[in-house]
């Protein structure tokens, strides 16, 4: 049936070439555990911001978890408390994302930083970030200004959605 047709041969064997080329691409990203700032450098600013965001909401729900969340309104009120720090917990990660997402941007200028994984990065940044809060003692300072950036950041979101 296709011996006889030229056309409909060469459109048979671009359709397979097509599938097979398909199944034996390289995905364009890597996993996020060996994801390093090349992956990075070659993110839009939106990917980096989904990247951060997950990476966050990640750690945010392992951290409800420990703090005995079981249902969607345990999470609800564990994220509220770990992020007001009562009872003594918090976030592990509590900065907003774009201070997260400049950081990395400052990091990753070093050669030195270049082959570093993202998430250690976010773990090193993170740290950074914890460090004044820490040595100067000035920790509800420090993390009013955070919720304050943090709300500005999720105000300028809302309105940028179109």
Known sequence: MIRGRPV????LLLALGFAGGVAFAEPPWRPWYEADAQ????MTSG???????????????????????????SYLRAFQQLRRGLDGRTLRYPFA?????????DRFFWE???????????VQVNEELKA???NEGNR?????QADS??????????????
Request: no cysteine; charged share 30%.
């Open 149 to 162: 950036a943090r709300r500005a950041f999720e105000a300028a979101e809302r309105r940028a959605r179109p």
């Open 39 to 42: 992956d990075w450098a070659r």
């Open 97 to 105: 994302p774009h201070l997260y997402t400049t950081r990395f941007g």
């Open 8 to 11: 409909a041969r060469a459109l």
């Open 112 to 122: 030195n930083y270049k082959r570093e994984p993202l998430w250690w990065s976010m």
């Open 132 to 134: 004044p809060m820490a």
């Open 140 to 144: 509800g300072d420090l993390e009013r």
């Open 47 to 73: 990917e980096r911001d989904l990247f951060v965001l997950g990476f966050l909401a990640g750690s945010g729900v392992a951290d409800a978890e420990r703090a005995g969340a079981t249902d969607s309104l």
